[in-house]
């Protein structure tokens, strides 16, 4: 399957709050989300996409994107 690839960053405690968010490494997804959207880890934690950050161009690791989330 073709897709984009994503970095993702996970803000426990909220956006422009408390501790900054941290990197939670690379994912491909069949198309870009838009905030608001709901993103589940292989665990089944759901995370809520607050941000996206396209990048002008991609980067070293291939990402197209950065998903700022925050717990939903």
Do not use: N
């Not at 960053?9 to 690379?26: H, I, S, T, Y």
């Not at 069949?30 to 996206?52: F, H, K, N, S």
């Amino acid at each position: 399957m073709a897709g984009f690839r994503v970095r993702v960053w996970f803000d426990p405690d909220g956006l422009d709050v408390g501790q900054p968010a941290k990197d939670d490494g690379l994912i491909e997804l069949p198309a870009i989300p838009q905030p608001g959207m709901e993103l589940a880890d292989d665990t089944g934690r759901v995370a809520m996409i607050r941000r996206v950050v396209l990048l002008h161009s991609p980067g070293p690791d291939g990402a197209v994107a950065v998903l700022v989330c925050t717990p939903s």
